[in-house]
């Protein structure tokens, strides 16, 4: 060969060994970086090509997709009662991405998550179209419809879970919103999510996982433990050390019960009964910031929780001692999501294990085959079994003979705990509502659950934790046991 033809074969071998090392580089290194681009419209088109797997509800799917024309865009997805399943699934829109489910599992909705390549392959052989998978959850359908319908058309959010497991059985939030109204890449469908995002209520914000409120007095059950687990108190009917009136630590404010209560040197059990602010306050000043703040924790706030869904740290704040008083009784900067609260009421109905939440259940393929089954794990243990039992009991006499009558089910043993959450400076606001509690069966406790009304058209003087949420609770748990 030549020189000049030499020149040649080197520099288009050059030209050749750029090609490779430029294909190389787009499609291993920064494949996932463009296929995340939000301009990158091929691959939304390639997520609508082919029928989307399901997302499953005791059995049943509660999405699907149907067929587009007019548009690059082949298919669109569609929801069966979308504003009662969206906390639970999110949106997946040809224009505007997904959330929550139909985001954390679009590699096996789609088919195209590795668990799925055996089922391409094998797709391309037989001719079979793409198809993809299914996403089976754990929620339970009728305490899901209990939660949204007791909700109806008051602002708040309710949570069950099965406290033996972690799974989610319910996860409502109002009001809500249809995501199929801009399932779709068309005008119709931006009008329709800009109005949505326009509404003051907040349709699309997931109140029971991204929400945080102050507790009220459903924190007070952590800090009964917090109280048990320290020694400060071992019997839960001997009289606490807990004058009548009680002054905050480094004030001269006192501390006011709901009332005149019987809250002078009250036992735990009677204490929690009519909600005394006085016996929690001091509890919790008298444990001081640090042990409030570390059992606070072992129940999973100062924390994000992942579902997978991320929900919202709850907080139990670093502060002085006149404000970790208060935030022993759920207010001051003590705030909580609907989830968290729900994971309170579980882990005293589980004997003081707190079992990590979670709402997939398995993954299918799209011949339904199981490539994935979640197994239950513990998280934490806030408290000893025999001081969880003690609450439990202190928690069944609430609703027995205290402020959450309106819990009880008939046959059925119900622990429970009121909450009303002032809201704005100096209680300006409408308070919110609260109600956790759990069931138990001869068979051990399916079901706990933590509902939270936020704005209630009710007025203000009937606005109670016993009187708007727990009869919610009661039809989640009920819900529960009957579909046992």
Known sequence: MNKPLRRIAIFCGVLILALLVRTNYLQYVRADELNSREENRRVRIERYAHERGDIIVDGKAVTGSVETN????????????????????????????????????????????????????????????KKGGNVVTTLNGAA???????????????????PQTGAILALASTPSYDPSVFAGNSDKDSEARAKLLADKDQPMLNRALRETYPPGSTFKIVTAAAALENGLYDSID???????????????????????????????????????????????????????????????????????????????????????????IGQASNRATPLQMAMVASTIANDGKLMQPYMVAARQAPNTDTIYTAEPKEMSQPLSAANAQKIQQM????????????????????????????NGVNNSKKPYAWFISYAKTDKGSPVAVAVVVADSKANRDNISGGGLAAPIARAIMKAVIDNK
Do not use: H
């Not at 003979?401 to 002032?422: F, L, M, P, R, S």
């Open 395 to 422: 928690m069944e006499t609430v609703v027995e003979q205290g402020t959450g009558t309106n819990a009880q089910i008939d046959g059925v043993t119900v622990g429970g705990k009121t909450g009303t959450a002032e």
């Open 144 to 162: 899901q419809k209990a939660a949204f319908e007791g909700l109806g058309n008051q602002k708040g959010a309710a949570v069950a879970l099965d």
């Open 238 to 328: 001997d009289p606490t050390d807990s004058p009548l009136p009680w002054t905050l630590p480094q004030t001269s404010r006192p501390l006011n019960n709901e009332g005149t209560i019987p809250c002078k040197n009250a036992t735990l059990r009677e204490a929690l009964r009519y909600s005394c602010n006085t016996v929690f306050g001091k509890i919790s000043a008298d444990l001081g910031n640090k042990k409030m703040i570390e059992e606070a924790n072992k129940f999973g706030f100062n924390d994000e929780i992942f579902t997978p869904v991320r929900a919202d740290k709850s907080v139990y704040p670093e502060d002085n001692p006149s404000q970790n008083a208060m935030a022993g």
């Open 70 to 129: 007019g548009s690059d865009f082949k298919y669109k997805r569609v929801w069966k009662d979308g504003p009662m399943w969206a906390p639970v699934t999110g949106f997946s829109s040809q224009a505007f991405d997904s959330t929550q489910l139909e985001n954390l599992e679009d590699g096996i909705l789609t088919g195209n998550d590795d668990q799925l390549f055996f089922n391409r392959t094998l797709s391309m052989f037989t001719g079979e179209q």
